[in-house]
């Protein structure tokens, strides 16, 4: 059974930073694409970041080009999100998931190509 379990959120003041990390069990980590998706209250939820099965190909969503990095480990089977220069509109519930669908060496966008979702994190930005 694929189990995802998300950490680091918290409190945070703007400009300040997080780092969020997602360690994925179950099934070998190397088989996945991993992404980080986030959804505020009321609103649907939406594609944050992601990263290949190598790490070497990500994607990010304009809104934290600049400000958020992905990365991965795959020797300790776990993918991060470094968050700085954080800003209220980045108040969110914050979800690691993961999707086997081949994608020529890149990494999905799409929520429905992913698989398998962690129960999320919540991250809080006080202005």
């Known amino acids: 059974q694929v189990q995802l379990v998300e950490s680091g959120g918290g409190l945070v003041q703007a400009g300040g930073s997080l780092r969020l990390s997602c360690a994925v069990s179950?099934?070998?980590?190397?088989?996945?694409?991993m992404g980080w998706f986030r959804q505020a209250p009321e609103k649907e939820r939406e594609f944050v970041a992601s990263?290949?099965?190598?790490?070497?190909?990500?994607a990010y969503d304009d809104s934290v080009k600049g400000r958020f990095t992905i990365s991965r480990d795959n020797a300790k089977n776990t993918v991060l999100l470094q968050m700085n220069s954080l800003e209220p509109e980045d108040t969110a519930v914050y979800f690691c998931?993961?999707?086997?669908?081949?994608?020529?060496?890149?990494?999905?966008?799409?929520?429905?190509?992913?698989?398998?979702w962690g129960q999320g994190t919540q991250v809080t930005v006080s202005s």
């Open positions: 990263v290949s099965r190598s790490g070497g190909w990500t």
């Open positions: 998931a993961a999707h086997t669908k081949y994608m020529y060496g890149a990494a999905s966008r799409t929520i429905g190509d992913y698989d398998y």
């Open positions: 179950g099934r070998a980590f190397s088989s996945f694409n």
